[in-house]
């Protein structure tokens, strides 16, 4: 569910005209920690969002991997 919310986040904001950004950032829920490190690769109208999550599980990492491929949507015109 984290991966989901951080990509459909960074969907909404680039159809708002802001581009998704490589970073790493710390996200808590339900009393975890999460490192979650975003690679971006553009390419023409398409950016290609890797997600890397990684956590602590009983004394060891878990991560998962997600990749998402983005365009930003424009406006529909609106016709008569």
Do not use: C
Not at 6 to 25: F, H, K
């Amino acid at each position: 569910f984290l991966a989901r919310a951080q990509l459909s986040m960074m969907e909404a904001e680039l159809d708002q005209g802001i581009p998704p950004l490589s970073g790493q950032t710390e996200v808590s829920s339900n009393d975890r920690v999460y490192q979650v490190e975003t690679s971006v690769v553009h390419q023409h109208e398409f950016y290609d969002v890797h997600l890397r999550i990684s956590w602590q599980l009983m004394g060891h990492e878990e991560q998962a991997f997600f990749v998402r491929r983005m365009r930003r949507h424009e406006p529909a015109a609106n016709t008569p």
